[in-house]
């Protein structure tokens, strides 16, 4: 099944039109419009790298390769566990601290 936001996207995006101008929403078709500007978790992820590749060559505990697959990537810490081999929770306290040493560093 194809998804309205894919088939709308396609009509809407022309050469020298801005994402968001008056134009490109101009642009969009009714079934977009109908989403209210909330797009499906599983449809802003369509871009994103697999976890395994993420994770690639990485140790077990790689706390960062964790830390960019939550923040920029937007996994979940159960998906995360799953693929460290890890309780979740695990996951939590080794992104937790990631941000604390990222905030005194600046």
């Given amino acids: 099944r194809r998804s309205p936001l894919a088939d709308g996207l396609q009509g809407a995006v022309t050469a020298g039109s801005v994402p968001g101008g ?9 079934p977009i419009a109908k989403l209210g500007g909330e797009v499906p978790k599983r449809q802003r992820h369509l871009a ?18 964790m830390g960019q697959a939550q923040r920029a990537h937007g996994y979940t810490l159960a998906e995360i566990a799953a693929a460290a081999g890890c309780h979740y929770s695990t996951v939590s306290k080794i992104i937790k601290a990631l941000e604390t040493n990222s905030r005194r560093k600046t």
Avoid: H, I, N, Y
Avoid at 22 to 30: E, I, K, N, S, V
Avoid at 48 to 65: I, K
């Fill in 22 to 30: 008056d134009g490109f929403r101009a642009g969009l078709p009714a």
């Fill in 48 to 65: 994103r790298p697999p976890l395994a590749e993420l994770r690639a060559g990485a140790a077990p505990d790689d706390r960062t390769s």
